[in-house]
């Protein structure tokens, strides 16, 4: 019997820094930046509440018009798997590292929305909660139309958050 396993990840956080291109020998694109995830839980000793911040390399490999969108600040959807990797350092120290690769990017909060730290209005915003990548399986099929009747009078006015 075939042996199964899985290996995800999803995250929705802040960008630490404004997303970099670079691009390997062949010209392909690779765009990396770090986000933020925080966790708050009440402590049982004090009652304090507390809080924790967790961060996350991310790599898009071959979407380098994304990453003028990805400014400091900006809240994204990541879903994509978890890669560890070694290198060895200028000094000859092996280093580990772990990044998530990312398949599907959106970039999340409502138009005008500049996030904290970074971006203010402007074209990233024009995106809204559209999809900026697809997972590489959807890009392949074509997705049926929504019906026409389905989206009469419904705005972003009527969602309640």
């Not at 809204?128 to 997972?135: A, F």
Request: hydrophobic content about 30%; proline content about 4%; glycine content about 12%.
């Amino acid at each position: 019997m075939a042996e199964r396993s899985v290996n995800k990840a999803i995250l929705i956080g802040r960008l630490g820094k404004d997303a970099e291109t670079k691009f390997t020998p062949s010209n392909t694109a690779r765009t990396t930046f770090t986000l933020a995830t925080s966790r708050r839980w009440k402590d049982q000793q004090t009652g304090d509440w507390k809080d924790e911040t967790d961060w996350h390399n991310i790599v898009l490999w071959k979407m380098e018009s994304v990453a003028n969108f990805l400014q400091k600040g900006k809240q994204v959807y990541i879903e994509g798997r978890i890669n560890n990797r070694s290198y060895d350092d200028k000094d000859g120290n092996k280093r580990y590292i772990s990044e998530v690769v990312a398949d599907t990017l959106i970039l999340l909060g409502g138009r005008g929305e500049g996030g904290e730290g970074g971006a203010g209005g402007g074209a990233a915003d024009d995106f809204g909660s559209q999809p900026v990548s697809m997972p590489r399986s959807a890009q392949q099929k074509s997705k049926p139309q929504p019906a026409a009747d389905f989206e009469a009078g419904i705005t972003d006015d009527d969602v309640p958050f």
